[in-house]
């Protein structure tokens, strides 16, 4: 292990070679920092028909034409020796995934206990079977999305304890729930999934949790190209300045010097109010509304002044109105803001 403090950031990094470490340690920092992870409670049925239920956080969508999904069993830690769901897989070509939402948490953990062949965990965490229409594993009642898949490839890593095998499967039947499928799409509010991290802890994706970031409709200019003063803000952090160099031109300077020539061309209010507590409250426009009469003072803090511009500049991106994000970014240096005021 080295420590590292990165040339481009103030975090002192620690660094592992996975060559040094145990098999216990390398595991718990993947699943630590590979997290959150979507989890899969798959459904296999043995040759001999015995129903296996397991959940694998590994897990993931890799394609959808054709539709592949891919998890991960490994063998077993303490001795090598593959798990029931590996062996069922390998032996029939079938399986169920299904997603696990909050309500049904503590029951799928009780399907992660390693019980003896035969045992139907259906049974042992009290979920419901549902038949599946192509294939003979049964999917999980409970779940409100559900896809049948059939065995696509498997690669196996290494064969030795702890080592983990790609299982992919292409789906052959999507199943989803009436109630979380709305206009054509699955709603994420309403499927409240659960998430696996490191050790015994999991997230809920679920209220604030979600949060919704538009995909770009075109080439924004990118930070690199934002105004040095903007770019080197104090105040406007990684996720702020992407915001503003989402744009796909520069604003037009003369544009924001006219939109704040008729902001100061409105009457003030004798006791125009407390700035950070609109601040505060994220309503940027009452925001303002206090900043540019403190602007229109006597003497105006013009660094404090700048300070804040860029403080509101972040209420407006977290609104979504990059216009009015921008005119405060644009006129948060004191230089442009004392040429402002000079010509008011």
């Given at each position: 292990?080295?420590?590292?403090?990165?040339?481009?950031?103030?975090?002192?990094?620690?660094?592992?070679?996975p060559?040094?470490?145990?098999?216990?340690?390398?595991?718990?920092?993947?699943?630590?920092?590979i997290?959150?992870r979507p989890i899969?409670?798959v459904?296999?049925?043995?040759g001999?028909?015995?129903?296996?239920l397991?959940?694998?956080?590994?897990y993931?969508a890799?394609s959808?034409?054709?539709?592949i999904?891919a998890?991960?069993?490994a063998?077993?830690?303490?001795?090598?020796s593959?798990?029931h769901?590996?062996?069922?897989?390998?032996?029939?070509?079938?399986?169920?995934?299904?997603?696990?939402t909050?309500?049904?948490?503590?029951?799928?953990?009780?399907?992660?206990a390693?019980?003896?062949?035969g045992?139907?965990?259906?049974?042992?965490?009290g979920?419901?079977?549902?038949?599946?229409?192509?294939?003979?594993p049964?999917?999980?009642?409970?779940?409100?999305?559900?896809?049948?898949?059939k065995?696509?490839?498997?690669?196996?890593?290494g064969?030795?304890?702890?080592?983990?095998?790609?299982?992919l499967?292409?789906?052959?039947r999507?199943?989803?729930?009436?109630?979380?499928?709305?206009?054509?799409r699955l709603?994420?509010?309403?499927l409240?999934?659960?998430?696996?991290?490191?050790?015994e802890?999991?997230?809920?994706?679920?209220?604030?949790?979600?949060?919704?970031?538009?995909?770009p409709r075109?080439t924004?200019?990118?930070?690199?190209a934002?105004?040095?003063?903007?770019?080197?803000?104090s105040?406007l952090?990684?996720?702020?300045?992407a915001?503003?160099?989402?744009?796909e031109?520069?604003?037009?300077?003369?544009?924001?010097?006219?939109?704040w020539?008729?902001?100061?061309?409105?009457?003030?209010?004798?006791?125009?109010?407390?700035?950070?507590?609109?601040l505060?409250?994220?309503?940027g426009?009452?925001a303002?509304?206090?900043?540019?009469?403190?602007m229109?003072?006597p003497?105006p803090?013009?660094l404090v002044?700048s300070?804040?511009?860029h403080?509101?500049?972040?209420?407006?991106?977290r609104?979504?109105?990059i216009k009015?994000?921008?005119?405060c970014?644009w006129?948060?240096?004191a230089e442009?803001?004392?040429?402002?005021?000079?010509?008011?």
């Amino acid at each position: 292990m080295n420590e590292k403090r990165d040339q481009h950031s103030e975090q002192l990094f620690l660094t592992f070679s996975p060559d040094d470490m145990t098999l216990s340690e390398r595991n718990h920092i993947m699943l630590g920092g590979i997290a959150p992870r979507p989890i899969a409670l798959v459904g296999t049925i043995s040759g001999e028909g015995y129903i296996n239920l397991a959940p694998f956080s590994f897990y993931n969508a890799l394609s959808a034409n054709p539709p592949i999904v891919a998890f991960s069993p490994a063998f077993r830690g303490s001795d090598g020796s593959p798990k029931h769901t590996l062996l069922n897989i390998l032996e029939t070509g079938e399986f169920t995934i299904n997603a696990v939402t909050s309500s049904m948490a503590e029951q799928v953990s009780l399907t992660s206990a390693d019980y003896p062949a035969g045992v139907d965990e259906f049974v042992k965490a009290g979920l419901t079977r549902r038949t599946s229409e192509v294939i003979k594993p049964p999917g999980v009642a409970e779940s409100p999305f559900i896809m049948e898949c059939k065995l696509y490839d498997h690669q196996d890593f290494g064969g030795g304890p702890g080592s983990g095998n790609l299982i992919l499967g292409e789906v052959v039947r999507f199943h989803v729930s009436q109630s979380i499928y709305i206009d054509g799409r699955l709603d994420p509010f309403k499927l409240d999934l659960i998430g696996r991290m490191g050790g015994e802890w999991y997230c809920r994706a679920r209220g604030s949790a979600l949060v919704k970031i538009a995909r770009p409709r075109h080439t924004g200019i990118g930070i690199d190209a934002l105004p040095y003063w903007i770019r080197t803000s104090s105040i406007l952090a990684g996720n702020d300045l992407a915001g503003l160099a989402g744009v796909e031109r520069l604003p037009d300077a003369e544009d924001i010097r006219r939109r704040w020539r008729e902001y100061f061309a409105i009457d003030s209010p004798e006791s125009p109010g407390d700035f950070d507590a609109e601040l505060e409250r994220g309503d940027g426009y009452k925001a303002r509304e206090i900043l540019v009469s403190r602007m229109k003072a006597p003497s105006p803090e013009l660094l404090v002044l700048s300070n804040d511009l860029h403080r509101l500049c972040r209420v407006f991106l977290r609104a979504g109105d990059i216009k009015a994000a921008w005119e405060c970014a644009w006129l948060g240096d004191a230089e442009k803001l004392e040429e402002l005021l000079e010509n008011m």
